[in-house]
C-alpha cells in the first residue's frame, strides 16, 4: 500500500524526499534541506515567470487586436 501512495505524488516530491534521505542517511541533513529549499525557489520562481508572461501577453493581445480593429 505505501508504494502505491508514492506514485500518486509528483515526481518533484519523490526528488526532494529521495534527496532528503540520502541526506540524513549521511549524517548532513543541512544538504537536504538545501536542497528542498533550492527546488521550492526554482518552483516559485518559474511559476512567477510563467504568470507575469501571461499578463504581459494578454495585455499586448489585446492592444494589438484593439488597434486592429479600429485603423
Known sequence: MPTMFLWRVSYRARLTLFAMVYALANGVPAAGVAFAAAMLLGVALTL????L???????????????????
Open 48 to 51: 512567477c515567470v510563467v504568470a
Open 53 to 71: 508572461l501571461t499578463i504581459f501577453a494578454r495585455e499586448w493581445c489585446v492592444r494589438s487586436w484593439t488597434r486592429m480593429a479600429h485603423p
